[in-house]
């Protein structure tokens, strides 16, 4: 059973950095996607950035918004996912999700809706 629990979310102000951690049980890394995904009230969640590491490779995605800014990564070792946040902004601010579902399911990493398990969230709140 897969079980993912977000956290290191926070209130900063807008240039600052936060890295937001996500724990993994149930998954085999290099057979799933895991992604990071964030949602506003009134707005669908989006896709932020999504990884796949088969055989040792590394397949990293990432919404335009994002690119240059944020890097999402994995630690094997400790069955658990990365996402390091740097020059933050105000549009940043939204609630943080993890997700996971095995790589045969996905076809575009970034769509929430191609992914079953999820995490139950963490804030980030980024100030002006």
């Known amino acids: 059973q897969v079980q993912l629990v977000e956290s290191g979310g926070g209130s900063v102000q807008a240039g600052g950095s936060l890295r937001l951690s996500c724990a993994a049980s149930g998954v085999t890394y290099g057979f799933y996607w895991m992604g990071w995904f964030r949602q506003v009230p009134g707005k669908e969640r989006e896709g932020v950035a999504s990884i796949y590491t088969p055989g040792g490779s590394t397949y990293p995605y990432y919404v335009d918004s994002v690119k240059g800014r944020f890097t999402i990564s994995q630690d094997n070792a400790e069955n658990t996912m990365y996402l390091q946040m740097n020059s933050l902004k105000p549009e940043d601010t939204a609630m943080y999700y993890c997700?996971?579902?095995?790589?045969?399911?996905?076809?575009?990493?970034?769509?929430?809706?191609?992914?079953?398990?999820w995490g139950q969230g963490t804030q980030v709140t980024v100030s002006s």
């Open positions: 997700a996971a579902d095995r790589a045969s399911r996905i076809r575009f990493p970034l769509m929430s809706s191609q992914y079953n398990y």
